[in-house]
């Protein structure tokens, strides 16, 4: 019978299944970081149990620390506390890899996993944290996961887990210019919602994804949890094996040869069955931008904040009212008339190289707007920091009157010192526009690397395909 | 993990659809290396009108007295009754840990997102889905009758009115039976240690890159 990807990969990593079906998962690769691991450590330690395999881990301290003034190290206390709380557990129990703060691999962990090959195709990954699905675009069964399954990962390599159903979102066609991955996710949310995956492992494909770089599919395969989906993913090509040659973690010689061989293998079968298929036309994707508090409420440049009433089911009716109400809009206002106070170029969503790279193009020979307090660069990690640097990226953004940072989540969620003011209005390129996610008040739109850029420049929305 | 079986307690209700972990526990408390003592921060950024930080003293902090858990009639609710999409976003699990610390069992809505159904299991905190419109009827209920209460029973997978209506709902088989021993998922696992080694082995063999 032909499979899909997913089950094939699913397949691949069952140890055991119980009599409903709950399986006992395989797990390749755990990736650590400080927020969710500090109590999975101490429970596995009270409980008297090793982890089973330490050479599974690789692990970074990202969502803590600092992006400036790494000199002065961590200065808040208690983040402090759990950065070195997370030295400690990996001194203690050992890693593949551990990537420590103001290491020069150091970076969000989504970030570092990849450059590094340390996320393989056919991989089994996981990591205390909603957005592993990025791994997916490796063609890996990728799933975030709470602090009690870290722990049950840490000591018997396994996870718990039903099989989910599959879903098929296909992008054919071709984006025009100015359109990027973030673009074609954000369309793929406001068309199936931020519910609309819950309970499926979706499988992305279509020319327009095929298009895409690695790095273009990982920023959609990012947001997979966005549409409520736990894993997304993305088969093998060429572009997988280009990108995986030669990083340090990747097979090298024979044992390469022999690991394409079988990543080759990591696509859906011709007439494999999906419970659901979504498709999107490529050519028909705008620029997206989000105007309230949840991904799915987003529309295109050209596009202006609607009303509640444009609603019929009353539940979203009245979260679009408190929606607009939070993001202190009025129905019929057009995006490009919606001005901003802070952007944000940054988070495991864009933070890599050509992130940067659509953002500085869009940034040369102009001028943070007046009316825009600042403007945050915050690269994904140190080898993308400096691969920028190399490229004079830096000099750019520094022209342009933006502050260039160093590594880590930054004012993606702001539990370091970045963070929007109460009322302050941002453009951001990461994944979460909740109330509060930048900062108490703070007022988020989700965009590409080269509308946040846009925005930058002229002080409010701007359709980026005037400014290319 | 303390067990469930069955449970009688007070409904509260929170109208709101996708409400999202960073609400349940704002960011600023996952820097805790604890698991417990989320409770008095649940729903911090509603429930209190200052911006809560760790370590402050609760008690002393302004009540939002417009937020639904603040008034008198919900005080004790250990069943929280709720919209689509509940516990969205951030796979935290310091959101479950937050609900049962301030005292829910049991969470009742049309549709939960997955990592966040998933963890309430690990902590002791039933999360049941019911169709919308018996949703929209319970409710209806709680708003019309102070004291509303609810019986819940995971063996016969119902939830029972006070006027003796019973909605079913459904449960994977083995998340009920953990959860209603209150057994540690890991205890369960490792006694099939021998499988897995055997999985890994025969894995170590065949794809031999991946144990770099
Ligand atoms: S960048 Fe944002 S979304 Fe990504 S891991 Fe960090 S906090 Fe989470």
Redesign the interface.
């Known amino acids: 019978m032909p499979q899909t990807l997913y089950d094939k990969l699913w397949e691949s990593h069952v ?2 299944t ?3 079906g ?1 399986a ?1 998962l ?1 797990i ?1 690769r755990h990736l650590i970081h400080e ?2 691991s ?2 999975a450590f ?2 596995l330690k009270l ?1 008297g ?1 090793k982890p ?2 330490a ?1 599974s881990i690789v692990a970074t301290a990202d ?2 620390t600092p992006t400036d003034h790494w000199e002065r190290g961590i200065e ?1 206390p ?2 402090r ?2 950065v070195e ?1 997370l030295d400690a557990n990996i001194r203690e129990v050992g890693a ?1 890899a551990y990537f420590p703060f103001k290491d020069a691999r150091q970076g969000i962990v989504h970030v570092v996993g990849p450059e590094n090959g340390a996320t ?1 195709p ?2 089994t990954v996981v990591c ?3 957005h592993t699905s990025t791994h997916g675009a490796f063609a890996c069964l990728a799933h ?6 870290v ?2 990962v840490l ?4 996870l ?1 887990q ?1 099989k989910m159903k599959a879903m098929l979102v296909k992008v054919e066609g071709e984006v025009g210019l100015g359109v990027t991955a973030k673009d074609i996710i954000l369309a793929i949310i406001g068309k199936i919602g ?2 609309g995956g ?2 499926y492992a979706i499988e992305f494909a279509g020319s327009a994804i095929r298009a895409l770089s690695m790095e273009g599919r990982m920023t959609v395969c990012n947001m997979a949890i966005e549409a ?3 894993v997304g993913f993305v088969a093998v090509d060429d572009k997988t094996i280009e990108y995986l040659k030669d990083k340090p ?3 090298k010689g024979e ?2 040869d ?2 394409v061989a ?1 990543w080759r293998t990591l696509v859906s079968d011709p007439g494999a069955h999906f419970d659901a298929v979504v498709e999107l036309d490529a050519a028909a994707i705008k620029p997206q931008v989000t105007w309230g508090t ?1 991904p799915e409420m987003v529309t295109d440049i050209e596009g202006a904040v609607p009303a509640p009433d444009d609603f019929s089911d009353p ?2 009716r ?2 679009v009212a ?1 929606a607009l109400q939070y993001m202190d809009l009025k129905p019929g206002t057009r995006i490009q008339d919606i001005a901003v106070d802070q952007v944000f170029i940054g988070s495991c969503t864009n933070s890599r190289i050509e992130d940067l790279r659509a953002a500085a193009a869009v940034a040369k020979g102009r001028k943070k707007a007046a009316n825009v307090r600042r403007v945050l660069v915050v690269p994904g990690s140190g080898l993308v920091k400096r691969q920028a640097e190399a490229e004079g990226l830096d000099e750019i953004f520094k022209a342009a009157g933006f502050e260039w940072r160093e590594p880590g989540c930054s004012m993606c ?3 370091n010192a970045d963070r929007l003011e109460p009322g302050e209005r941002c453009a951001s390129t990461s994944n ?1 526009n ?4 930048q900062g ?1 008040g703070g007022r988020t739109h989700l965009v590409s690397p080269a509308m946040a850029a846009a925005a930058a420049v002229t002080g409010h929305f701007t359709d980026v395909r005037n400014l290319l | 993990m303390r067990p469930f079986t069955i449970h009688e307690g007070l409904v509260a209700p929170l109208d709101r659809a996708n409400v999202d972990t960073d609400a349940i526990i704002p960011k600023q408390f996952l820097k805790s290396i604890k698991r417990s003592g989320f409770g008095p921060n649940a729903f911090d950024e509603w429930r209190y009108l200052d911006r809560g930080e760790p370590g402050m003293d609760n008690s002393k902090r302004p009540l939002n007295p417009d937020f639904v858990l603040n008034q008198p009639r919900y005080q004790g609710a250990s069943i929280l009754l709720t919209r689509d999409n509940f516990g969205c976003g951030s796979s935290r699990e310091h959101a479950p840990w937050a609900l049962e610390d301030y005292g829910f069992r049991a969470l009742i809505a049309p549709s939960f997102a997955d990592i966040f159904y998933n963890n309430c299991f690990k902590n002791g905190l039933l999360p049941i889905r019911l169709p919308p419109a018996e949703v929209d009827e319970l409710f209806a209920q709680t708003y019309a009758t102070p004291g509303y209460r609810l019986k819940i029973d995971l063996g016969a997978q119902t939830v029972t009115r006070p006027d003796g209506k019973a909605y079913s709902f459904e449960v994977d088989p083995f998340r009920k039976e953990c959860l209603m021993n209150g057994w540690d998922d890991i205890g369960l696992t490792l006694r099939h240690a021998e499988a897995i080694r055997a999985f890994e082995e025969k894995r170590r063999a065949e794809q031999p890159w991946l144990f770099a």
């Open positions: 140890v055991r119980e009599a409903d709950t006992l395989y390749d927020v969710t500090p109590q101490e429970g409980a149990r089973w395999r050479s969502h803590n808040d208690i983040s506390e759990q709380t593949l393989l056919g991989m205390g944290d909603s975030g996961i709470g602090t009690s399954e722990e049950h000591a018997t390599q396994c718990l039903k931020t519910a819950t309970g409520g989906a736990r973690f990747a097979p044992l390469w022999k690991a079988y949840s539940v979203k009245e979260s408190r969620l702001a539990m979460r909740f109330e509060g996610r108490p």
